[in-house]
């Protein structure tokens, strides 16, 4: 028997392999198994040349803008950028003629980016093409109209087209991380206070990093909206007047345009909960996830000491209550096209994870594994569920099949939690804790687990959400 390791691929068409068995092999009269477990994916190198200017101002452009999408693309995990002193066929040559290929098989690469730039009355324009230069012929050629407000949003649009026309899938760079920031601990009288938490918003790649709300109140699990206009999060803000002042935690949503900010539930919602519940009080309200038409948010309730799972409709105000166990249910998410709901549950003893229709109806089990499942969540395709897990002191990322096949744990820490995926489905972030001391970090990584990133912030990342493919 002859074993291969080659991982199941997800992303980015097969992997191929040679597998030669030894003599013995041919001399056995039983038939050869070849048992595929593990493989390796190397990236593609690609050389990415600014578009020529003897104009100091379109010089800089050009070079700015191709260094965003240069590093759109080669933080995939998919490409590997071609060493530049390398070149041989330099910018203004190719800015006035089409590539040698010779040149550029010469270093390796396999594909080239590069074009030129004219000066616009609006800005400037960019001409990009690309080449596959193993094949020797252009595979993609658009132009962009960039201006200073501009330009950094115009280079990821043209990462998402490169990417895609060079694997197949759906860009995924013209979008933005919006994540909890951890902020320094302060003294108020005696009392020192170290739960402070500030919703904020960056580009993918870290750029535009700024505030949403000033850190007055404690805010966790901000959840975009399928058009990425509005995002919903759980914060703590007081109620009650004096000694019975204290804070009270409810789902809120936030127009980003405005920032404004309301609360999803209000006090008649709250009454009818409660009569509804013999008069329990409802306590708090959270993970709060959209559904893909962006009309409801499906969020976790607890009243009377109980959680369960609700949906509203945020257009007309009504709400429905979805599950009614005497178990903790918590963590609701949609499926792609809205007619599932994926939802932890402790129902079986520990957390596992669980799917019901959108109505309530039908509720089936999972996952079998061992450990305690959380934040589940399908991804935007529907073919996968990721989640996060504990084993023991161990923490880990993994993704299952909505029928609880396929199940694999693709990262793992000291700590590692929210599980967000890109909107082409093939990556997510998440936040993670290598070790105890180490402050908590929001990474990305590929279905395999091979490719995995950490993202920089100014500070320490509690919670993390990938916006949809922005317009």
Not at 42 to 64: C, G, H, M, R, Y
Not at 253 to 266: C, K, P, S
Not at 285 to 307: E, Q
Request: charged letters at 25%; hydrophobic letters at 35%.
């Amino acid at each position: 028997m002859i074993r291969v390791k080659l991982l199941s691929f997800f992303l980015f068409g097969a992997v191929s392999l040679t597998c030669c068995p030894p003599p013995s092999a041919f001399a056995s009269s039983k038939p050869t198994r070849v048992h595929i477990t593990q493989g390796h994916v190397k990236p593609d190198p690609i050389a990415f040349v600014a578009p020529f200017s003897q104009n100091s101002t379109l010089k800089d452009t050009s070079e700015q803008f191709i260094s965003v999408v240069s590093q759109d693309l080669c933080n995939s995990g998919v490409f590997v950028p071609s060493n530049p002193s390398a070149f041989v066929q330099d910018a203004k040559s190719l800015a006035n003629s089409e590539p040698r290929m010779q040149d550029w098989r010469l270093i390796k690469t396999r594909f080239l980016v590069c074009g030129s730039i004219v000066q616009e009355a609006k800005g400037c324009k960019l001409q990009i093409r690309v080449y596959d230069v193993n094949r020797g012929f252009k595979i993609l050629a658009f132009s962009v109209v960039v201006c200073k407000e501009t330009w950094r949003t115009a280079a990821h649009m043209a990462a998402d087209q490169i990417y895609t026309r060079l694997t197949g899938e759906t860009g995924m760079f013209n979008t933005k991380i919006a994540y909890v920031e951890a902020l320094p601990a302060v003294t108020k009288g005696r009392r020192k206070i170290t739960y402070l938490r500030r919703l904020k918003i960056m580009d993918q790649d870290g750029a535009n990093d700024r505030e949403l709300t000033d850190g007055t109140n404690l805010v966790m699990t901000p959840r975009f909206s399928p058009d990425g206009k509005t995002i919903a999060y759980l914060a703590y803000r007081d109620e009650g007047q004096g000694r019975r002042k204290k804070p009270v935690a409810h789902v809120y949503l936030m127009d980003l345009a405005t920032r404004r900010q309301r609360a999803l539930l209000t006090s008649e919602h709250f009454d009818a909960i409660s009569r509804a519940n013999g008069g329990g009080e409802v306590t708090m309200t959270y993970a709060p996830r959209f559904s893909p038409d962006g009309h409801s948010v499906c969020f976790s309730l607890i009243v009377g000491g109980k959680s369960a799972i609700y949906a509203m409709n945020i257009v007309d105000g009504r709400i429905r209550r979805l599950t009614n166990h005497m178990a903790i249910d918590t963590s609701p998410a949609y499926s792609p096209d809205g007619r599932q709901i994926v939802f932890t549950s402790d129902r079986s003893g520990r957390e596992k994870i669980y799917i019901m229709n959108a109505d309530g109806s039908n509720v089936r089990r999972v996952t079998q594994g061992d450990g305690k499942y959380s934040q589940p969540v399908y991804s935007p395709r529907g073919d996968f569920i990721a989640f996060a897990k504990q084993v023991g002191n161990q923490f880990f990322i993994g993704v299952t099949r909505p029928d609880g096949t396929e199940e694999r744990l693709i990262v793992q820490g000291y700590l590692a939690e929210e599980p967000s995926w890109s909107p082409n489905g093939r990556y997510l972030v998440f936040i993670w804790q290598d070790r105890p001391g180490r402050q908590q970090c929001i990474c990305k990584a590929d279905l395999t687990g091979f490719f995995m990133q950490k993202m920089n912030t100014m500070r320490e990342a509690k919670d993390c959400s990938w916006s949809p493919l922005l317009k």
